[in-house]
């Protein structure tokens, strides 16, 4: 199976800063990554595919790149609805999916 | 809006059986491959088991694998999970979700997800 390693684990930031979180893929996962939020007893909350397509009716401060192994999601202007623990997952081999092991982003 | 709604998580013995159930509603349920995934408690996100829209291709995670059969009734926009030999490693919330694509295979990726229901594996 696909290993995903998720950095940092977790991170401080205040409202306002630049927030960039990383997924490292164990093998070449072209581009078939997506990224999750979720917040504290809510469901996950899709925000990109395909490595940087935005899904609908989320902002645009939000953005991913990456292609291969590497990848990154971006929050350009942390806003306070933003505080929350984000996931990426591959899709490239299905099954199994596989997700990254988070990354919870808290108020500085 | 779509909606999903999961029922039939409880407290259940190790070796014990459940089965879990998400109601479907405002989308063409047959036509979306569905998904379970789970969360342990204070941990991150696990894929369990998959489904094609028809139900003819089913994808288990080999920690379930066996074990756990997944299965849906189209006419009842129902998708289930039946676990049996539970063990107390299997305890988490419990989540269904959609595939984003339209394809009856899916892509693996989820655009909407139920609220979850807890399953607790314990004497």
């Known amino acids: 199976a696909i290993r995903i390693t998720q950095s940092p684990s977790s991170l401080s930031a205040s409202t306002g800063d630049r927030v960039t979180i990383t997924c490292r893929a164990s093998?070449?996962?072209?581009?078939?990554l997506a990224w999750y939020q979720q917040k504290p007893g809510k469901a996950p909350k899709l925000l990109i595919y395909?490595?940087?397509t935005l899904q609908g009716g989320v902002p645009s401060r939000f953005s991913g790149s990456g292609s291969g192994t590497d990848f990154t999601l971006t929050i350009s202007w942390l806003q306070s609805e933003d505080f929350a623990t984000y996931y990426c997952?591959?899709?490239?081999?299905?099954?199994?999916?596989?997700f990254g092991g988070g990354t919870k982003v808290e108020i500085k | 809006e779509v909606h999903l709604l999961e029922s039939g998580g409880v407290l259940v013995q190790p070796g014990g059986s459940l089965r879990l159930s998400c109601a479907a509603s405002a989308f063409t349920f047959n036509s979306a491959a569905m998904s379970w995934v789970r969360q342990a408690p204070g941990k991150g996100l696990e894929w369990v088991s998959s489904i094609s829209g028809s139900g003819g291709t089913k994808y288990y995670a080999d920690s379930v694998k066996g074990r756990f059969t997944i299965s849906r009734d189209n006419s009842k926009n129902t998708l289930y999970l039946q676990m049996n030999n539970l063990r107390g490693g299997d305890t988490a919330i419990y989540y269904c979700?959609?595939?984003?694509?339209?394809?009856?295979?899916?892509?693996?990726?989820?655009?909407?997800w139920g609220q979850g229901t807890l399953v607790t594996v314990s004497s």
């Open positions: 979700a959609k595939d984003r694509s339209p394809s009856v295979a899916g892509t693996g990726t989820f655009d909407y």
């Open positions: 093998q070449s996962i072209s581009s078939y």
């Open positions: 997952q591959q899709y490239y081999t299905y099954p199994p999916l596989t």
């Open positions: 395909a490595a940087s």
